[in-house]
């Protein structure tokens, strides 16, 4: 038989007093977002509970001081290969009595079953029938616990109010409390040992939860005293950095416990870099290259936005050695090497990019990868290449042939014969029979395309020269013809007498005309210019001789 629902219609303390009732053998699953629980009914009565987080009783039984960690670890090392329990190898070297753990694993059970029930919500589910055998604690079961289930009820119904109390000063387990300096249990506590043993043990290392599972049996107890000290500020949460200090003790010896700390501390605050470096480097210590990977990607990304690539590169370069396959850490590496204008090493990762692309058949996105890479390496010559295959690739030979003949023709008009003859060898690759690389292969290797370009070199170099010497002549002539002007007009000025006859505004007409009729001649930018400025000083003196009118 199964039954299944919802806790919001259906009281838990009923459907636990009806499988009592009908004295049901069978598993209760309640699932919550506090995670999974079961409990299992034989003939009505609470025999075994399994739940998130839950302690094995044999390690509850070190955690209390009932048996020592050394007996636990020697029945271990007994148990293997011989499918016996635990607690019968402890009760056969006379550790314990089987009467005496079964008490404390129905006071342990009782305990839990009550919280459980005070704290229910969420969806049920009773499968009848006997459960799998590795679906409880095997010791747990081996003892053969049977509770009823009114005592519980109502043992729940006098938690709920502490609960909620509970709750309202401690909504999560999860935290790691600290002890404040001096702090000691208050003076009405009524369970004085308990509240010392806990302030104690409250040094960081462990979150609330770990610190009630080691009160295993009293955890309702435990739990309000935490409520309590949390109220009374007897206790304070502990910072990220703290944690991470603490992980780093745990660190050396213990990496496991290390990785727990850190990834608590993270769940409070993701982006802490001291954190997230530990992170990678305890999950790289244990193996775990993508968890590694994830946490240096984000350190990547929060180096980057804290405007500091060459972290970020670095980070980047870690997370590739541990996840090599991964095109986004590629990819985000080409991008920042040429945001850097880092040359070589876009080039490496763009090629890395273009395998990764290609593997899966994601020949588009290796084009792109080469075109970008093109922009900032026009004169490699393989990308090019490159290129070409990956319009092939992508179903457009066309414009592979395309690419590869005018990068040829290029490299033609730069005189670079072998590699345009290798690009011409690449097209006929493409396109076989293709004219056109086909003639450009036997002129060059007909050095054809040297002759031409020399025979074009001279033709430039015969026209320079032409050029040169024309202009030349001009000029030439010109300053002839100037100089042979600017003499016959002072021949002229000299002839007449202008400057002994104070004729200046004569003179200036002459030497003026010579200007305007040779324009070119180097006279009259140079010579003429000074003969003229010193005429005009002339007339600007007689202007202003006593008599002259003015």
């Given at each position: 038989?199964?039954?299944?629902?919802?806790?919001?219609?259906?009281?838990?303390?009923?459907?636990?007093?009806?499988?009592?009732?009908?004295?049901?053998?069978?598993?209760?699953?309640?699932?919550?977002?506090?995670?999974?629980?079961?409990?299992?009914?034989?003939?009505?009565?609470?025999?075994?509970?399994?739940?998130?987080?839950?302690?094995?009783?044999?390690?509850?039984?070190?955690?209390?001081?009932?048996?020592?960690?050394?007996?636990?670890?020697?029945?271990?090392?007994?148990?293997?290969?011989?499918?016996?329990?635990?607690?019968?190898?402890?009760?056969?070297?006379?550790?314990?009595?089987?009467?005496?753990?079964?008490?404390?694993?129905?006071?342990?059970?009782?305990?839990?079953?009550?919280?459980?029930?005070?704290?229910?919500?969420?969806?049920?589910?009773?499968?009848?029938?006997?459960?799998?055998?590795?679906?409880?604690?095997?010791?747990?079961?081996?003892?053969?616990?049977?509770?009823?289930?009114?005592?519980?009820?109502?043992?729940?119904?006098?938690?709920?109010?502490?609960?909620?109390?509970?709750?309202?000063?401690?909504?999560?387990?999860a935290?790691?409390?600290?002890?404040?300096?001096?702090a000691?249990?208050?003076?009405?506590?009524?369970?004085?040992?308990?509240?010392?043993?806990?302030?104690?043990?409250?040094?960081?290392?462990?979150?609330a939860?770990?610190?009630?599972?080691?009160?295993?049996?009293?955890?309702?107890?435990?739990?309000?005293?935490?409520?309590?000290?949390?109220?009374?500020?007897?206790?304070?949460?502990?910072?990220?950095?703290?944690?991470?200090?603490?992980?780093?003790?745990?660190?050396?010896?213990?990496?496991?416990?290390?990785?727990?700390?850190?990834?608590r501390g993270?769940d409070?605050?993701?982006?802490?870099?001291?954190?997230?470096?530990?992170?990678?480097?305890?999950?790289?210590?244990?193996?775990?290259?993508?968890?590694?990977?994830?946490?240096?990607?984000?350190?990547?990304?929060?180096?980057l936005?804290?405007?500091?690539?060459?972290?970020?590169?670095?980070?980047?370069?870690?997370?590739?050695?541990?996840?090599?396959?991964?095109?986004?850490?590629?990819?985000r590496?080409?991008?920042?090497?040429?945001?850097?204008?880092?040359?070589?090493?876009?080039?490496?990762?763009?090629?890395?990019?273009?395998?990764?692309?290609?593997?899966?058949?994601?020949?588009?996105?290796?084009?792109?990868?080469?075109?970008?890479?093109?922009?900032?390496?026009?004169?490699?010559?393989?990308?090019?290449?490159?290129?070409?295959?990956?319009?092939?690739?992508?179903?457009?030979?066309g414009?592979?042939?395309?690419?590869?003949?005018?990068?040829?023709?290029?490299?033609?008009?730069?005189?670079?014969?072998?590699?345009?003859?290798s690009?011409?060898?690449?097209?006929?690759?493409?396109?076989?029979?293709?004219?056109?690389?086909?003639?450009?292969?036997?002129?060059?290797?007909?050095?054809?395309?040297?002759?031409?370009?020399?025979?074009?070199?001279?033709?430039?170099?015969?026209?320079?020269?032409?050029?040169?010497?024309?202009?030349?002549?001009?000029?030439?002539?010109?300053?002839?013809?100037?100089?042979?002007?600017?003499?016959?007009?002072?021949?002229?000025?000299?002839?007449?007498?202008?400057i002994?006859?104070?004729?200046?505004?004569?003179?200036?007409?002459?030497?003026?005309?010579?200007?305007?009729?040779?324009?070119?001649?180097?006279?009259?930018?140079?010579?003429?210019?000074?003969?003229?400025?010193?005429?005009?000083?002339?007339?600007?003196?007689?202007?202003?001789?006593?008599?002259?009118?003015r």
């Amino acid at each position: 038989m199964t039954v299944s629902g919802d806790l919001a219609t259906i009281d838990l303390a009923d459907l636990l007093q009806n499988i009592e009732g009908h004295s049901r053998t069978g598993t209760l699953t309640l699932l919550s977002d506090a995670g999974e629980a079961r409990l299992f009914f034989r003939d009505g009565r609470v025999a075994m509970l399994a739940r998130d987080g839950r302690t094995p009783f044999v390690d509850m039984l070190v955690a209390t001081g009932h048996v020592t960690q050394r007996r636990l670890d020697g029945a271990r090392k007994k148990q293997k290969g011989t499918g016996r329990a635990i607690v019968d190898l402890l009760t056969g070297a006379r550790v314990c009595t089987e009467d005496d753990l079964r008490a404390l694993a129905e006071h342990r059970l009782g305990e839990d079953v009550a919280n459980l029930i005070a704290a229910a919500d969420g969806e049920f589910r009773f499968v009848e029938g006997e459960p799998a055998d590795d679906a409880f604690d095997p010791d747990e079961a081996r003892l053969g616990c049977a509770l009823a289930v009114a005592p519980l009820v109502l043992e729940a119904t006098r938690r709920v109010d502490d609960w909620g109390e509970i709750r309202k000063y401690l909504p999560s387990l999860a935290v790691h409390l600290r002890a404040r300096d001096g702090a000691t249990p208050p003076a009405d506590v009524e369970q004085a040992d308990v509240a010392a043993a806990l302030l104690q043990a409250l040094d960081g290392s462990r979150s609330a939860a770990e610190v009630i599972e080691a009160a295993p049996d009293e955890p309702f107890t435990a739990s309000k005293l935490l409520a309590r000290f949390v109220r009374d500020r007897l206790v304070r949460p502990v910072t990220c950095d703290e944690l991470l200090a603490i992980a780093e003790q745990h660190e050396p010896q213990a990496p496991e416990r290390a990785q727990v700390l850190v990834q608590r501390g993270l769940d409070g605050e993701p982006h802490h870099t001291g954190l997230l470096e530990a992170a990678a480097r305890l999950a790289e210590r244990l193996r775990q290259a993508v968890a590694a990977g994830d946490a240096h990607k984000l350190l990547a990304h929060l180096h980057l936005e804290a405007g500091r690539p060459d972290a970020a590169l670095a980070a980047l370069d870690a997370a590739k050695r541990l996840q090599p396959t991964d095109p986004g850490l590629w990819q985000r590496s080409l991008q920042l090497a040429m945001a850097q204008g880092d040359r070589e090493a876009a080039l490496r990762d763009g090629m890395q990019l273009v395998e990764l692309y290609r593997g899966p058949g994601l020949h588009a996105r290796a084009r792109a990868v080469l075109d970008r890479l093109l922009t900032i390496a026009p004169d490699v010559l393989h990308l090019h290449v490159e290129f070409a295959r990956a319009c092939v690739d992508c179903g457009n030979p066309g414009a592979g042939v395309q690419h590869l003949a005018r990068q040829a023709k290029t490299l033609v008009g730069q005189a670079n014969y072998l590699a345009a003859r290798s690009l011409w060898c690449e097209l006929l690759e493409i396109a076989p029979g293709n004219q056109e690389a086909t003639l450009s292969i036997e002129l060059i290797d007909r050095e054809e395309f040297a002759r031409q370009v020399e025979r074009r070199r001279r033709l430039r170099r015969t026209a320079v020269t032409a050029l040169l010497l024309a202009t030349f002549g001009f000029f030439f002539t010109c300053e002839l013809l100037g100089r042979a002007a600017w003499s016959a007009a002072n021949a002229l000025i000299s002839r007449e007498r202008m400057i002994e006859r104070s004729q200046y505004e004569d003179a200036l007409v002459v030497l003026r005309r010579v200007r305007s009729e040779h324009p070119m001649a180097a006279t009259s930018w140079f010579e003429l210019p000074a003969a003229v400025h010193e005429l005009e000083q002339r007339l600007a003196e007689r202007d202003t001789w006593p008599g002259s009118g003015r």
